[in-house]
């Protein structure tokens, strides 16, 4: 038995589920493909309904 | 993701770590290295929109806050050239040619899938020219340019004058070269260019292969001056983007690509129109939709402040093709709806709201995995479980599972999360 969790992925869903995890204190290993995290979300300038800056 | 073996509560993963030839413990992050690199590569980040160095961070706030070397493009890793630069120049000595991938072995509880998707590339749409038509761009490209930290500093410059400014940078080079050869050989023989061409036009130049290079040359100089002042006279009369069409559906409710709706475009286009009109309040934007959806919390209201606030016209017909003018102006013909007729509008810029689409990697993870995905290829849940794959402890949140905008990916995020830890939980072990 492990108690790991494995996120794949560390655009805004990957974060945010591991960020969950460790709050919890759960070891959590992400895998991302690019040298950064922050995936599409990232590239974004604003975001709707609130006009809210992106990451 | 390499290989997967086991089952829930004890999966076996092996992840390569893939070299970044940069030391991540000790890289500091200051960008030394990218200064002095020799080598520019197309910059993805901002969507092919500006360069970058071969030695780069993804993005300037991007995290880790180290830097990668892109092996396929160094000079000294993918080329087999001399350089070595970024290594002389990094004081942190962080840089390392010989670093290799790494494989490391993971034993997890429970796996999160969270690959998110990829923007359906539109140039398989003939009548939509976007690899024709310089001013036809998708709707990340356009994110990038109304972005402050993007390759325009957020100004709305079109894509046609971008380009033009980089074709004159390398004209004024060669013009450069080009005038120093000639101005040397008009030195070394006391005689001005016009005498030799006016000779060698007329055929009366001596049979000498200094003088018909030089003839040569000063003929190439006067057509690239000629290039260069038509250049200087398109870029006297260029004009940021004020007028902007975004088209809906671009790639997807086309059941010659994707079915179904990708959800988050529609508001997204409001936004951009929202956010250029903000920039500079002499946008206006039309938006091309079979229909405006705009079924979230507080989006509703936010279209109508659109159309109020910014300038915004919705228009309902589904754009049936993109032309250009002689000044590079796309010119987007539809139907209109309302009054019965084929019509057709010059716009400065075109907009495409393009259809989230599987990420390319998706089919490769579910074959390791073995779990399903649904037949337009995102990872397949079930209705009531609507985060758990086809296999137990393995789940799926955001737009891996389907198009979705961010808020519903953050809470699906944060479900998949809580599902992960009821079977990692050490309380549930306890029980169990």
Redesign the interface.
């Known amino acids: 038995?492990?108690?790991?969790?494995?996120?794949?992925?560390?655009?805004?869903?990957?974060?945010?589920?591991?960020l969950?995890?460790a709050e919890?204190g759960?070891q959590v290993?992400m895998?991302e493909?690019?040298?950064?995290?922050?995936?599409?979300?990232?590239?974004?300038?604003?975001?709707?309904?609130?006009?809210d800056c992106a990451? | 993701m390499e290989q997967v073996s086991g089952e829930v509560g004890a999966f076996q993963v092996a992840v390569r770590k893939k070299a970044r030839y940069v030391n991540e413990n000790l890289c500091t992050g200051c960008g030394a290295c990218a200064e002095k690199c020799p080598t520019m590569v197309v910059d993805v980040f901002n969507a092919g929109l500006g360069n970058r160095k071969a030695i780069y961070k993804y993005f300037p706030q991007g995290i880790p806050s180290v830097f990668t070397i892109d092996a396929a493009a160094c000079r000294q890793l993918g080329q087999g050239k001399k350089c070595g630069v970024c290594a002389k120049v990094c004081q942190a000595k962080a840089v390392d040619y010989d670093q290799k991938d790494t494989l490391i072995q993971l034993e997890v509880g429970a796996v999160v899938i969270a690959t998110g998707y990829e923007v359906f590339d539109p140039s398989v749409i003939p009548e939509y020219g976007y690899d024709r038509i310089p001013n036809v761009v998708t709707a990340l490209e356009f994110e990038r340019l109304l972005s402050a930290s993007g390759p325009t500093a957020g100004h709305l410059d079109r894509p046609s004058e971008l380009a033009l400014v980089k074709e004159m940078e390398e004209a004024e080079k060669e013009h450069k070269k080009l005038q120093r050869q000639v101005s040397q050989l008009e030195e070394k023989h006391g005689k001005p260019s016009s005498e030799i061409v006016a000779a060698f036009q007329s055929g009366t130049l001596p049979d000498d292969a200094d003088l018909r290079n030089w003839a040569l040359l000063a003929q190439d100089l006067a057509s690239l001056e000629a290039r260069l002042d038509s250049m200087n006279r398109r870029k006297a009369t260029a004009s940021v983007a004020r007028k902007l069409a975004f088209i809906q559906c671009v790639g997807s409710r086309d059941f010659r690509f994707n079915p179904f709706c990708s959800s988050y475009c529609c508001m997204h286009s409001v936004k951009e129109a929202m956010i250029a009109h903000e920039h500079d309040n002499g946008v206006h934007s039309s938006i091309f939709c079979m229909d405006l959806r705009a079924v979230g919390r507080g989006f509703e209201e936010y279209k109508l402040r659109g159309g109020k606030q910014a300038n915004i016209r919705y228009i309902r017909g589904r754009v049936a093709e993109i032309t250009q003018d002689e000044a590079l102006n796309p010119v987007v013909w539809y139907e209109s709806t309302q009054n019965r007729q084929v019509v057709h509008e010059t716009f400065d810029l075109v907009i495409l709201a393009t259809a989230c689409v599987p990420s390319p990697g998706a089919a490769e993870l579910a074959r390791q995995f073995q779990v399903e995905l649904d037949r337009n290829g995102f990872f397949k849940t079930d209705p009531l479980a609507p985060l758990n794959t086809s296999r137990p402890g393995v789940f799926v949140c955001g737009c891996a599972q389907g198009p979705m905008d961010i808020p519903e990916s953050v809470a699906q995020a944060s479900s998949a999360a809580a599902r992960a830890a009821e079977i990692v939980a050490p309380a549930r072990q306890a029980v169990g």
């Open positions: 038995m492990s108690n790991d969790v494995l996120v794949i992925g560390g655009g805004i869903a990957g974060i945010q589920a591991a969950d995890l919890m759960i290993h895998v493909r690019l040298p950064s995290i922050g995936g599409k979300m990232a590239q974004l300038d604003k975001t709707f309904p609130t006009n990451i």
